[in-house]
């Protein structure tokens, strides 16, 4: 195979691989469960400057809260920090937590971003976006296919049809080898979202059981204190 075909295919092999990335950091950024990456488009302002938001602090995940734990490098920070995380993700719930470190008079602070629960109107926003993420990433991808089987075509005008062949069927496996991987990505994407949307309704409904238990027993009080004495005959 001819060397610019080969570079051709590996430039096809890179811009595919970069639209999967993309695709997937796209996904993460529909918070359902705490990710760090999705704070990474966060750009925190402090006197005069922007700083990414891992330059200024630290991120952690607090798994039994469904949240992230970010710890500034510096108190003057929480205010800047919680007003980036602010205009990237308004669906966090932020709240200032302290920690007590031993050995150590001072607290310390931090932010706690509490990921939404996938209630009714959250699960159709979140499929809505993985549709909308994965139509675009279904047309960079097509776009890819036509433009560098082209180039491949042009590049191999005249040569012999094996050559031909092979470089159709190099196209076609890196085109399938990175639609698995979107594939991959969208489908634990919407379990993920139906997971946590089947959490919600279990929750929903043990409330609303345990505050029709709550009104029967208040009913069944009122009852009693409503019945009236008998007098011995």
């Known amino acids: ?8 295919l ?33 750009v925190v302002e402090f006197n005069g400057k922007e700083k990414k938001i ?14 992230l734990d970010v710890y500034p490098i510096h108190d003057d920070l929480i205010v800047p920090i919680g007003k980036a995380v602010l ?5 966090f719930r ?14 310390l602070k931090f932010i706690r971003l509490f990921m939404p629960e996938v209630n009714d109107d959250r699960k159709k926003a ?21 433009k560098y089987t082209a180039l491949v075509e042009k590049s191999l005008y005249q040569c012999p049809k094996e050559d031909v062949e092979e470089a159709h069927n190099r196209l076609d496996e890196l085109t399938d080898q990175y639609t698995k ?4 990505a969208e489908e634990d994407k919407k379990k993920e979202i139906a997971d946590a949307y089947q959490l919600w309704l279990t929750k929903k409904d043990e ?10 027993a208040e009913g069944d009080g009122v009852k009693s204190s409503m019945k009236m004495p008998q007098d011995n005959a």
């Open 54 to 67: 891992e330059e200024v602090s630290q991120v952690g995940i607090k798994e039994d809260e469904n949240a």
């Open 181 to 184: 991987h979107v594939d991959k």
């Open 1 to 8: 195979m001819k060397l610019d075909v080969k570079l051709q």
């Open 87 to 91: 205009d990237v993700h308004p669906e």
């Open 94 to 107: 932020q709240e200032l937590e302290t920690l007590k470190i031993e050995g150590q008079e001072k607290e």
């Open 10 to 42: 590996a430039e096809y092999d890179k811009v595919l691989s970069g639209y999967t990335v993309l695709f997937v950091f796209r996904l993460m950024n529909l918070c359902v469960k705490p990710e760090p990456a999705a704070l990474l488009p966060v």
């Open 207 to 216: 409330k609303q059981k345990e505050q029709q238990e709550q009104q029967a």
């Open 126 to 146: 979140l499929e809505d976006g993985v549709k909308a993420f994965r139509d675009a990433a279904s047309a960079q991808m097509d776009a890819a296919k036509v």
